[in-house]
């Protein structure tokens, strides 16, 4: 009797284990080497318009999130950096694409994309098409974009307005044209067992997005408490590496219409971490 062809599944999203909250006696090289490399982090520009971005000659990693879910706090914690990102009293402030360079002045390798905030409702509708259009045309046509950084509040979870964005960057995800890694800020307002949960729950949610080729984890992460920093490190700087240097990267015609992501239907609840976030 012959044995049965056995299917194999794609594993499900890497996660790290729920951290207690000490610092951590062994770091790994990798990781050492990341957190240098994140430090030589430098404002570049800011735009409003792709077109205004440099040419896709160097790998990009993109830094996406709702309004009030730490996404700059946690930039200056990768960048061991206190104000290389602008952190705003007032969720919604960021309007631009900001750029960074990561890597020797002379030399830079690679870039860190600082995306405007979405879903906060004190913002006008107005600016928030304007911003949902920005975001839409990065997301959808940048192509030297690599990796993309979502900032997910580990005490919400995901919300309707980031789905709507996962959905947005499905396919490229899927066929691993772009890596995912997800935060999950603000952790150190949870007990160990409700980090494993909001783990689990993110794991749940991103299974409909791995494949074989896909590469996508999850990390616990707080800026205040500095937990998770290493892990992410140590996987920017994988990304990195897996990217030649200076390699052109072909720059689409840009899309028309008023199409691109939606991302204002629902609302934030402020909360004390506005003001530190």
Not at 127 to 151: C, F, N, T
């Amino acid at each position: 009797m012959t044995e049965a062809k056995r299917t194999r599944k794609p594993s499900p999203p890497r996660a790290v284990p729920a951290p207690v909250y000490k610092k951590a006696v062994v770091v790994s090289d990798d990781a050492k080497e990341g957190l240098g490399w994140l430090h030589t982090a430098k404002f570049l520009t800011s735009s409003s318009k792709i077109s205004q971005l440099p040419a896709g000659d160097m790998p990009e990693i993109a830094f996406v999130g709702r309004s009030n879910a730490g996404k700059s706090s946690a930039i200056n914690t990768l960048a061991q950096q206190r104000q290389l990102a602008f952190a705003s009293k007032t969720p919604g402030r960021t309007q631009l694409i900001n750029l960074f360079t990561l890597g020797p002045r002379e030399a830079p390798d690679a870039y860190f994309a600082d995306l405007p905030g979405y879903g906060y409702a004190a913002v006008a509708r107005g600016k928030k098409l304007v911003w949902q259009r920005v975001m839409a045309d990065y997301l959808e046509v940048r192509r030297a974009l690599s990796g993309v950084v979502v900032m997910i509040d580990s005490r919400h979870g995901f919300m309707p307005l980031d789905l709507k964005l996962m959905e947005f960057i499905a396919q490229r995800v899927k066929t691993s044209e772009i890596k995912l890694l997800v935060l999950l800020t603000k952790c150190d307002k949870l007990g160990q067992r409700d980090q494993g949960l909001a783990v689990a729950a993110a794991q749940e949610v991103l299974a409909a997005y791995v494949t074989e080729a896909s590469d996508i984890g999850v990390v616990l992460f707080s800026s205040l408490r500095r937990v998770g920093i290493e892990d992410v490190a140590e996987q920017l700087l994988a990304w990195k590496r897996a990217v030649p240097e200076r390699v052109h990267f072909d720059v689409p015609p840009m899309p028309e219409g008023e199409g691109g992501l939606a991302l204002d239907d629902d609302v934030v609840e402020e909360d004390d971490d506005i003001k530190r976030d």
